[in-house]
Nanobody
Framework: QAQLEESGGGLVQPGGSLRLSCAPS????????MAWYRQAPGKQRELVAT???????NYVDPAKGRFTISRDNAKRAVYLQMNNLRPEDTAVYYC???????????WGQGTQVTVNS
């Protein structure tokens, strides 16, 4: 069973940047689509961006032009570069990965991103 660990969250001022990382805590099998989700206080978890094994990415509208998702297949890792952050980006960010063979979804424990002056 894969265990994913996120890092890179923190407190940043509006307009600032953060880079989130997510990788397995130990060697594991390959993943197909990987993604980032977020959950703001009092709201449901929502999709932010996805990326396929071939590097094709998709973003929800609030993330377009500001966030960039990338991955390193050899490391089984996924990243989220977030620029021009806004207070409404404040949330716990979760990485998600789908097992290439099982199709099972794996989640990280979440990392807090707070955008506040």
């Amino acid at each position: 069973q894969a265990q994913l660990e996120e890092s890179g969250g923190g407190l940043v001022q509006p307009g600032g940047s953060l880079r989130l990382s997510c990788a397995p805590s130990r060697p594991t099998f390959s993943f197909s689509t990987m993604a980032w989700y977020r959950q703001a206080p009092g709201k449901q978890r929502e999709l932010v961006a996805t990326i396929t094994t071939d590097g094709e990415s998709n973003y929800v509208d609030p993330a377009k032009g500001r966030f960039t998702i990338s991955r390193d297949n050899a490391k089984r890792a996924v990243y989220l570069q977030m620029n021009n952050l806004r207070p409404e980006d404040t949330a716990v960010y979760y990485c998600n990965a789908i097992g290439s063979i099982s199709g099972r979804h794996y989640w990280g424990q979440g990392t807090q991103v707070t955008v506040n002056s």
